[in-house]
């Protein structure tokens, strides 16, 4: 910090706050306003500023939430005890500043954009040398069109990772105050954005393979490998979607206020790339399956954008929803192998996949519960429903191993096994196992998807080792 008194200004987007309010508001906008997506093409024809100033009048912010820089605050905090004048310079709404300046409560002004003029660059630099004079203050900022701006300060605090920007400042003789790197994005953050580990659900798809006795095909298997392949790309754009889609409840979660998009380790417009990217190429490798396949691809798309959007805000109808988006797993592997999946089959998947939505949702809500919350955010449930949901959740459990247990006991059964007799050893087995789920969840020690959990838990992996050597006995004894 140097020891002067010219007022330091300081950037919003990307400096003060690890986020750009515009892509923020964007997709606020989708959840608060979908039919405002037709407007905006419209809107964007008339300028930039024009275009967050309608924004600014279709969303609004929840302040609190957004991810503030905890340096830039503290080189804020140091000028005003020096007695030094800040000042919020952006080129977003003024509701918008006035906003962050009266939640944050250390600006003594804020200068923001108009409907015609998009306060950056030149505009910005025009602006703040006609308030504070040439060289009469400095500035805070993170991207190339802040050089504008800091030709004209006395000095720069540059909050970017990028080498190249200390280089063209050092060559402009703009004297550097503080530079702030932010800690630049890994594969693993990529990797965890993407949910690669979810990936595990999308073996459901083997499911009428191994229900058909058909996992020796080879062209069933060539075809389930495109299946998954196909739904883990499509899976992961959808998850890169629904994050973005909640930022603002997920920052004010525990656990996933940790997720990259939430905490602005991976940019906003990446994850505005990512999304079509992964969808064009998911429906490519479909194109390699029947047309069916590719219909229930984009099925599911569909079901987990209104999900994403509206559903999941439902009560009932949300877990409903996550239930129906597990069977469709198994019905996509129907599709590619062309595999008629059978009545027993899709019955057990709703009532077993009902059962494992009502975990998910139950252990969310105990999270809230344990940090002595009553509502979690972005959901239609209070604490008080716990016993609600579990009540619903054991006994769709409860119907899954009846359904099997008549599965076991029907004709069409004692046509596909050799020994039917062995089948029986498996409704206990399932029985014990969704029992231990509900339990586990009751003791708050499930704290991800229950399907990834199982697939992390040994005597999960215990249960369905099991469950396979007996249908292979019962097949083959």
């Not at 580990?197 to 062209?219: E, F, R």
Request: one cysteine or more; a positive charge.
């Amino acid at each position: 910090m140097t020891n002067n008194n010219n007022p330091l200004c300081v950037d919003l987007d990307g400096t003060l706050i690890a986020t750009d309010l515009l892509y923020e508001a964007f997709f606020l906008m989708l959840k608060q306003y979908p039919l405002g997506l037709f407007f905006l093409p419209f809107w964007l024809l008339k300028g930039k500023a024009y275009l967050k100033s309608r924004l600014a009048e279709k969303v609004e912010f929840n302040w609190s939430t957004l991810p503030y820089r905890e340096e830039v605050l503290q080189h804020i905090a140091a000028a005003r005890a020096d007695g030094r004048k800040t000042v919020l310079a952006t080129a977003s709404p003024q509701v918008w500043a006035d906003g962050i300046a009266n939640q944050l409560g250390c600006f003594d002004l804020a200068v923001c954009i108009t409907e015609t003029t998009n306060l950056s660059g030149k505009h910005k630099a025009e602006h703040l040398t006609q308030l504070f004079g040439e060289k009469g203050f400095e500035y805070a900022g993170d991207t190339q069109v802040d050089i504008q701006v800091w030709s004209h300060a006395a000095g720069a605090i540059v909050v970017s990772n990028h080498q190249s920007l200390l280089r063209q400042l050092s060559k402009l003789s703009i004297p550097v105050v503080a530079h702030i790197a932010p800690n630049a994005a890994s594969a693993l953050v990529y990797i965890k954005a993407l949910r690669v580990h979810q990936w595990l659900k999308n073996l459901l798809i083997l499911v009428p393979l191994l229900a058909a006795h058909q996992l020796t095909s080879l062209q069933g298997l060539v075809n389930a490998g495109y299946a998954f392949v196909a739904f883990s790309l499509c899976a992961s754009a959808v998850y890169i979607l629904n994050d973005l889609l909640d930022l603002e409840s997920d920052r004010q979660h525990i656990r996933k206020r940790k997720r990259p998009f939430a905490a602005c380790t991976i940019p906003l417009s990446q994850g505005m790339l990512l999304v079509p990217v992964l969808l064009i190429v998911a429906f490519g490798v479909s194109c390699l399956l029947p047309i069916q396949f590719t219909m229930v691809l984009f099925a599911y798309f569909m079901m987990t954008l209104a999900y994403s959007i509206r559903l999941k805000k439902q009560v009932i109808v949300d877990v409903m929803m996550l239930a129906g988006l597990y069977t469709m797993r198994i019905i996509a592997g129907a599709a590619a192998t062309t595999i008629s999946p059978s009545f027993w089959l899709l019955a057990f998947s709703m009532f077993i996949f009902l059962s494992l939505a009502m975990v998910k949702r139950y252990s969310e809500l105990l999270i809230t519960l344990q940090a002595n919350k009553k509502e979690p955010a972005g959901r239609g449930y209070s604490v008080e429903d716990l016993p609600v949901l579990m009540a619903i959740g054991v006994s769709s459990g409860i119907c899954s191993v009846l359904i099997l247990a008549l599965y076991i006991n029907s004709p069409e059964t004692s046509q596909m096994y050799s020994n039917t007799m062995w089948l029986w050893l498996i409704p206990p087995i399932i029985l014990y196992w969704t029992s231990r789920m509900w339990m586990k969840a009751h003791r708050g020690q499930v704290d991800d998807d229950p399907v990834v959990f199982a697939a992390r838990d040994w005597q999960s992996l215990v249960v369905i080792s099991l469950t396979a050597c007996i249908f292979a006995a019962a097949l083959y004894a």
